[in-house]
């Protein structure tokens, strides 16, 4: 019979892993999962919005963006909603932007424009683009997204608004990109599903923390009540993400995973087109409430103390310092969690209409992504909107 007399390093670093592995687990389970398991409940069931049909406003910035008005405006003005207007804001365009969207207008009378006065001295361009939209809107609901995006179907409106029931000010969507070719493009899906599982699921927890601007509703009252961005202005970023943080509670805040109410986005093709997307985001997160901060340390700070635990485990073991079914129980834990969280990934995924993961792309990525977050917070940049 094998003996465990375990010294009291030994002890120490079992329980080290161990907690660190619960913790994960749990995370997993509760948050990531969250979505799955709204839409595996929701499924064939209807949210009505107690039959009736408010007005709203779709607001989307543009800013050079002849090409994608061109092909996605169109998904936009035919949506199979009663009452609703869209609204264009040329924020600085000097391509045919202003061209495209009046030659839509010739011929959709609820489709309008407006634009952010030329040489505007404000931080953030967006934000006052946002908020002239928000003035100009007939509505008190408002439907943000972006003209590089189209929705996975003419029933985003619809089902957008099911989510103010109850008496909801904010609600939150999902929004993928396109799936292309290359290992950019995995790295762009794989990280915006994690952040997407995320963001969602802590919602659905009663933890709002997040929305992204691609999918993302409140109303216009709510935005006015608030002071909008006044709060924000000198953040280049933060229309979406801090704007939720700063207003979105449980009880007010509502989720939308019906895939109907997707809307799909243009990638970025280059590590450098990405990685300046990714540092506009993650700059405003030391901006977040106090005890977001906290649940959005406590995942990849356990996460990275894992992995270091193991190899600090698995180093002991072959060196002869510890003994070696220390080594053999830190492989177990880490082979039982990259399973546990493949599967989990992958069932979401699954669920929520997207693309698999191989275990190995899940795993790479989870060890590089938080490294990049980490780097990006620590060496901040500034950039353009």
Known sequence: ?????FNTIEWTLLGIVGGLFL??????????????????????????????????????CAHNEAYNLSNYLQA??????????????????????????ERYMAACPYLH???VPYGARVGSTKKLAL??????????????????CVPESNQWIRQMMEGFGYGKDIVLGFSPYFETKGHINRLVRFDTLFNGLHYLGA???????????RNLAYRK????????????????????????????????????????????????????????????????????????????????LTRGLFYAAVLVMVIVAVTGYGAWVIGLAALALFLIRWIMQTIMINVS??????????MFSILWFDIVLPLVNLWMIIVPKKYKW
């Open 1 to 5: 019979m094998i003996g465990f007399d």
């Open 23 to 60: 913790i994960q687990v749990y995370w997993y389970a509760r948050y990531l999962c969250a979505p799955a398991r709204r839409i595996r409940k929701s499924k064939g069931e209807g949210l009505a919005v107690s039959g009736e049909r408010p007005g709203v406003t779709v607001v989307l």
């Open 76 to 101: 936009l003005i035919t949506q199979d909603y009663p009452e609703y207007e869209v609204i264009v804001v040329d924020d600085g365009s000097e391509d045919d932007t202003r061209t495209v969207v």
């Open 113 to 115: 424009m407006t634009f």
């Open 131 to 148: 908020t002239l939209a928000a003035k100009a809107a007939k509505y008190d609901y408002l439907l943000l997204t972006d003209a590089d």
């Open 203 to 213: 919602a659905l927890c009663g933890h709002p923390y997040m929305g992204v601007g």
């Open 221 to 300: 009252s709510l935005f006015f009540e608030s002071g909008g961005f006044t709060h924000m202005m000198t953040s280049r970023a933060g229309d979406d993400d801090l704007f939720v943080n700063h207003l979105a509670t449980k009880q007010n805040t509502a989720v939308v995973v019906n895939p109907e109410a997707y809307v799909w986005s243009v990638p970025k093709t280059t590590i450098k087109e990405w990685w300046q997307q990714k540092r506009r985001h993650v700059s405003v997160s030391p901006a977040y409430r106090a005890g977001t901060k906290f649940r959005l340390t406590l995942e990849p």
């Open 349 to 358: 995924a699954r669920r929520m209409g997207l693309r698999r993961f191989s």
